[in-house]
C-alpha cells in the first residue's frame, strides 16, 4: 500500500470520490475497519470541519462523528448557531484504526504519520469540491496533517491563520493550493476525557471558535 493517490478519480464530484473511497487500498486500515467513512455535507458548504479519523459508532455507521464525540460537537455546534447541516464535516483518516484487547470492544488507537500521509489525497480531493471559505481543525491530527508537524494546537488554538504566510505553519504541497484560512481548535474527543466539572466550559471554548471560523467563512 502506498496511499490513496491511485485510487482517487479524476473528478471533483463528491458523490464519485465517496463512491471510489469504499474501495480504497492506500493503507492497511481498511483491512480491519467495517467500512470507509466519507465527508458529508454540502458542496456549497463555506466551513469545512476535519476530525482526526472515524471511531467505532462512526465505522458501524458509516457517517462522520455520530457517536459520543459527534453528540460534543453537535452541543458546540448549536451554542455556536452554526447548523450541523451546513457545513461538511470529514476526516484526515477515513478508515477506523483500532486495538481490540482480547475479547473487549475496539479501542481507538490514533493514526500514524503513514495512514496519514497516505490518506491525504481524499481529503485534497474533497477541499477542491468544497473549495471552502475556511477550514476548522479540530484537534492535533487534523491541524499536523494540514499545517505541518511543527504546528501546536496548544499554542494558536482559535485563530484565524493565513497557512501560506505562518511562519508556524508547513503546508504538504498535495493541499498547498487547496488551503483557505485555517482555524485550530481542540478535538470534542478531548472534552470527553476532560474533567466533568470543566466539560460545560469546554464545550463554550469550542463554540465561540467554531462561532469565529464561521463568522469569517
Ligand atoms: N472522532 C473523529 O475525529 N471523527 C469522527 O468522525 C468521530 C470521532
Ligand atoms: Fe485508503 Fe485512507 Fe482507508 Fe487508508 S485510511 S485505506 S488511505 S481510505
Not at 121 to 144: D, I, Y
Not at 204 to 214: E, F, K, M, Q, T
Request: hydrophobic letters at 40%; a positive charge.
Amino acid at each position: 500500500a502506498v496511499g490513496a493517490e491511485e485510487f482517487v478519480p479524476d473528478s471533483r464530484r463528491i458523490d464519485r470520490l465517496r463512491k471510489a473511497a469504499a474501495d480504497c487500498r492506500g493503507c492497511d486500515l481498511y483491512r480491519h475497519a467495517d467500512r470507509v467513512v466519507f465527508g458529508e455535507g454540502p458542496v456549497s458548504a463555506r466551513l469545512l470541519l476535519v476530525g482526526e479519523q472515524p471511531g467505532d459508532r462512526e465505522d458501524r455507521a458509516g457517517h462522520p462523528f455520530v457517536g459520543p464525540a459527534g453528540r460534543i460537537l453537535d452541543e458546540a455546534l448549536e451554542q455556536a448557531g452554526v447548523a450541523r447541516s451546513q457545513v461538511y464535516l470529514t476526516n484526515v483518516v477515513k478508515h477506523f484504526k483500532f486495538t481490540r484487547p482480547e475479547g473487549r470492544r475496539r479501542l481507538h488507537k490514533t493514526p500514524g504519520r503513514t495512514e496519514i500521509v497516505a490518506c491525504l489525497p481524499w481529503l485534497a480531493a474533497e477541499l477542491a469540491a468544497v473549495k471552502p471559505r475556511v477550514v476548522v481543525c479540530l484537534g492535533a491530527t487534523a491541524a499536523k496533517a494540514l499545517l505541518g508537524n511543527r504546528f501546536r494546537v496548544t499554542r494558536r488554538r482559535g485563530e484565524l491563520l493565513d497557512p501560506a504566510a505562518d511562519p508556524d505553519v508547513t503546508v504538504d504541497e498535495r493541499v498547498a493550493d487547496l488551503l483557505p484560512r485555517v482555524l485550530a481548535t481542540m478535538h470534542p474527543s478531548a472534552v470527553l476525557r476532560g474533567r466533568p466539572e470543566e466539560r460545560a466550559a469546554a464545550v463554550a471554548d469550542l463554540a465561540d471558535d467554531l462561532s469565529a471560523a464561521h463568522r469569517a467563512a
